[in-house]
């Protein structure tokens, strides 16, 4: 046990060489030498460490000395190199300073290395130098115990150089053990290549690389925007351009589609047969002065006319026909066009047209003599079938008593207040509008109402509220002249919490038996008069002859 108050466990006095002693700069010249350092000039004084009380001091050395002094069978422990410190002068500025200059040393080092591999040499000199010798151990101090030797290479640096000596120490040891095991691979290729940090640049090429890729997205992006905008372009351009669709020759025949401006053609034909329909001794030589104007010069100036007599024409129509002749091409064509006189006579003349421009329908001239046609053959209408109609005779009688009297009589004069009183909310304007006072004094004569389906099967008919009713009804006018006529309506009417309402209005009830008015043994050609006349009046009468005149009307089911 050693006496820490005798002088040998002083603080500084009689202790062996090397073991710790008075805390402050070492005052022992032996303790240099076995750390295998030449005494240093003198330097600037460096700030002292601060006192510990003495007591403290002891406890410390004591505790030192323990630890340093080796037992029976032990080996003796070198002391650890001491701990790398900032210099209490360095600030942080000058820290991070002279790490950014040692990242600058460690870049340009690797640049050269990296143009030298480039050129196609070895690496820089320093790279493959001679490892260098392992450090000797100093010469042990007489005064040094043998078992607090000092390894190899081992040093007490001052506060000042402990943070630039430490590594330069490792990288000495490092360079000794990797050495010898190098020298067997110098002679071949360096296969070393640099790794780049996150974020950093490629090794290949470095700033030109970065420079032409950016270049080569940028082009490629700006190439591919154009031909975006390119192909939309002829998209959009292709689109609304006009467009014709390709029609063969069927199609031409079946819409009659074709480049002769009929229209111009079929009215100039209509204004030369009036001329030509209306003649008398008096107007003779204005007649054939008019006429001249539109015929060519081989036509019959008189149109036909011998000179006797008087006619007047009424009213001149196309008919539909327009036939091509072949002499003129496209450029002509046989119209058909009817003509009605002040006698009522109905002919149909053909009128051969030329036309020079065939985009704008100028240059027209009657190109021949007019011929003149029979009527167009008349068909026999068919019988219409309604064996499946339903009528409820109570539902027509209270609408020709109740509702349709005064509906007519209001919508023949065109009285809205009067009309609100028989239409829906949402009647048609045709329901709404009226004659304007055209037609009064009605009278109906006879009304159809028609049973829906969903109501067929109840006895007696029920209709819910909103069941809709379709009805033919006669009526019987007094027109300005105090003279009666008959016409015929399809009407709409509706139920409601309040009665039967009128919805819709329309003109026309087909004839249900069908046939023709006139004689078969006569032909429309015939006497072009009398079938004008006979359909004229057919069409007046047609509508006296309800369903139930040529069979009865059935009743329920």
Not at 39 to 58: E, G, H, M
Not at 272 to 289: G, H, K, N, V
């Amino acid at each position: 046990m050693t006496d820490h108050n005798s002088p040998a466990g002083a603080v500084g006095g009689g202790q062996p060489s090397g073991q710790p002693g008075s805390f402050g700069p070492s005052q022992q010249p032996s303790q240099q030498a076995w750390q295998g350092q030449a005494p240093q000039a003198p330097q600037a004084p460096q700030p002292q460490p601060q006192q510990l009380p003495s007591d403290a001091a002891r406890a410390q050395v004591a505790a030192a000395w323990v630890r340093n002094t080796p037992r029976a069978g032990q080996a003796a422990v070198p002391s650890l190199p001491p701990r790398e410190t900032r210099p209490q002068g360095e600030s942080k500025k000058e820290k991070r300073e002279r790490e950014r200059a040692a990242r600058k040393a460690a870049y340009e080092q690797k640049k050269a290395e990296k143009e030298q591999r480039k050129r196609g040499g070895q690496a820089s000199p320093a790279a493959h130098a001679a490892p260098a010798p392992a450090a000797q151990p100093a010469p042990q101090s007489p005064s040094q115990p043998h078992g607090h030797q000092a390894p190899a290479g081992s040093a007490t640096l001052s506060p000042g150089t402990a943070g630039t000596a430490a590594p330069a120490a490792a990288q000495t040891a490092v360079t000794a053990a990797a050495g010898p095991a190098a020298s067997p691979s110098a002679s071949r290729p360096a296969r070393d290549f640099d790794v780049p940090r996150p974020g950093g640049r490629i090794p290949g090429g470095g700033r030109r690389t970065h420079v032409a890729l950016r270049a080569t997205l940028l082009i490629t992006t700006c190439v591919f925007a154009l031909g975006s905008c390119g192909v939309m372009g002829l998209v959009v351009g292709k689109s609304s351009g006009p467009s014709t669709a390709g029609l063969d020759s069927a199609d031409v025949d079946k819409y009659r589609l074709t480049d002769f401006p009929t229209q111009q053609a079929a009215t100039f034909a209509e204004q030369y047969a009036l001329l030509c329909m209306t003649f008398s001794p008096e107007t003779a030589s204005t007649r054939r002065a008019n006429l001249a104007r539109y015929a060519s010069a081989g036509v019959d100036a008189e149109c036909g006319w011998s000179g006797e007599g008087t006619s007047a024409a009424v009213s001149a129509a196309w008919d539909g026909t327009a036939e091509k002749f072949p002499e003129y091409g496209d450029h002509g064509r046989y119209i058909g066009v009817q003509v009605r006189t002040d006698d009522g006579t109905l002919t149909t003349l053909t009128v051969p047209v030329y036309v020079q421009n065939l985009k704008t329908g100028e240059g027209l001239r009657v190109a021949g003599d007019v011929g003149q046609m029979p009527l167009p053959a008349r068909a026999d209408v068919p019988e219409l079938d309604q064996d499946d109609e339903v009528v409820d005779d109570a539902l027509a009688r209270q609408l020709q008593q109740q509702v349709l009297p005064g509906y007519f009589t209001a919508w023949g004069a065109s009285d809205a207040t009067a009309m609100t009183r028989f239409t829906t909310p949402d009647a048609s304007r045709s329901a709404t509008s009226g004659l304007s006072g055209r037609l009064s004094t009605p009278t109906v004569n006879d009304v159809v109402a028609l049973v829906p389906k969903s109501v067929q099967n109840t006895d007696p008919y029920r209709y819910p509220v909103g069941q809709a009713v379709e009805t033919r009804v006669i009526v019987d006018w007094g027109d300005p002249k105090d003279e009666t006529v008959r016409r015929a309506y399809r009407m709409t009417v509706v139920n409601t919490a309040q009665g039967w309402f009128i919805k819709d209005i329309r003109g026309g009830v087909l004839d249900s038996q069908g046939g023709r008015a006139d004689s078969t043994d006569d032909s429309g050609a015939a006497s072009p008069s009398a079938g004008p006349s006979t359909s004229a009046s057919a069409s007046a009468s047609a509508p006296a002859q309800p369903s139930r005149s040529g069979k009865p009307k059935p009743g329920k089911p």
